[in-house]
């Protein structure tokens, strides 16, 4: 069932509800409450296999998704870095790592669209570095807001693979473009 042409799909609900948690976390860091936009933060992270999940399920999967899902994770994890690093929740290390990186696959996908490729497959790895970053950040936010040091250890654990992964990955998805860009 397509319900809309499979746009207003309960998939891209809870996408788009995921979408506005990441606005009501950067107003709760622009307040100054940066623990509870850490909670705030870990629910989108929580929430990031729901509307995957419920669109295998209930025979929903949309172009739309395909581009909401990785949309509100890309903008959650990046939204939260650039105000962690302003705010001075996150260390530098890890931060600027992932700055660079999305920076990169930034041009990497638009010298792709120019080139007439459209989206790449997304890799199993890409999806455990995102994860590991979810956490990571997470920590950072809910270590430094409610000075909970247990936190910010957790996050340096899993910070440290995680940027590790999310770079193999960019570099995986440089191939990937590469070839796709050389089949057209």
Do not use: C, H
Request: proline share 3%; charged share 15%; net charge positive.
């Amino acid at each position: 069932m397509r319900p809309l042409g499979g746009v207003l799909t309960i998939p891209n609900l809870v996408s788009v509800a995921r979408l506005g948690l990441v606005g009501w976390f950067a107003v709760l860091v622009a307040d100054g409450r940066i623990g509870t936009a850490g909670v705030v933060l870990g629910v989108v992270g929580a929430t990031d296999w729901i509307d995957g999940f419920l669109a295998r399920r209930l025979d929903q999967v949309s172009e739309v998704g395909k581009f909401l899902d990785p949309l509100a994770d890309r903008l959650a994890i990046g939204l939260a870095v650039v105000l962690g690093l302003v705010a001075g929740v996150l260390p530098g290390w890890f931060g600027w790592t992932i700055v660079v990186r999305e920076l990169a696959v930034a041009v990497g996908a638009a010298y792709g669209w120019v080139r007439g490729v459209r989206r790449l497959d997304v890799r199993p790895l890409g999806k455990a570095a995102t994860l590991l970053l979810y956490f990571a950040v997470t920590g950072f936010y809910l270590g430094v807001g409610f000075a909970v040091r247990g936190f910010t250890v957790a996050a340096t654990v899993l910070g440290l693979p995680g940027v590790v992964a999310y770079v193999a990955v960019a570099v995986a998805y440089a191939g990937d473009l590469r070839a796709a860009v050389e089949g057209r």
